[in-house]
């Protein structure tokens, strides 16, 4: 496509990645703010559940 258009790859790029990275950062943001405007939507996990580094 970028041989079509004449346009590098690499600001074809650019163009798909900055605004997904604005919009994963929009969305994690706004799942932060819905959560601790109303805590019932991400309930603690129960003691004991919790899930660590070393885990993983």
Known sequence: MSDLLSV???NL???AIIP???LASLYTV????RC???PSL???LPEGEAV???DL
């Open 20 to 22: 997904g990275l604005l």
């Open 52 to 54: 660590h580094g070393k």
């Open 30 to 33: 706004y799942i932060f703010v």
């Open 13 to 15: 790029f650019l163009a």
């Open 36 to 38: 601790q405007l109303n």
């Open 8 to 10: 590098s790859v690499g």
């Open 42 to 44: 991400a309930p603690p």
